[in-house]
Nanobody, 121 residues
Framework: QVQLVESGGGLVQPGGSLRLSCAVS????????MGWYRQAPGEQRELVAG???????NYADSVKGRFTISRDNAKNTDDLQMNILKPEDTAVYYC???????????????WGQGTQVTVSS
């Protein structure tokens, strides 16, 4: 069974940094886009950053210049480096990936279990 396993997150003071990591657990054929979403209490889930298999990235305007997404295609992992964190970055962060399990299968969307990021003094 294929799963996305997240690590990182926690409590940090404003201006601090955190690094989130996501790993594909299980056998897959390929991955297309990997990325991170977040959801704050009472808010809708929103895209934070995404990266394609060829390294093309996109970011939410609110995190541009502060967050950096990267991936290792050989290991099927991606990381989100978060710098200059603000209280408004507080949310549950979810890893997301478009995965193809077999050569003849279609790409399906997978989600991690979520990890809490709290930015507070």
């Amino acid at each position: 069974q294929v799963q996305l396993v997240e690590s990182g997150g926690g409590l940090v003071q404003p201006g601090g940094s955190l690094r989130l990591s996501c790993a594909v657990s299980g056998s897959i054929f390929s991955s297309k886009v990997m990325g991170w979403y977040r959801q704050a209490p009472g808010e809708q889930r929103e895209l934070v950053a995404g990266i394609t298999s060829d390294g093309t990235t996109n970011y939410a305007d609110s995190v541009k210049g502060r967050f950096t997404i990267s991936r290792d295609n050989a290991k099927n992992t991606d990381d989100l480096q978060m710098n200059i964190l603000k209280p408004e970055d507080t949310a549950v962060y979810y890893c997301n990936a478009n995965l193809k399990l077999r050569y003849f299968s279609a790409y399906d969307n997978y989600w991690g279990q979520g990890t809490q990021v709290t930015v507070s003094s």
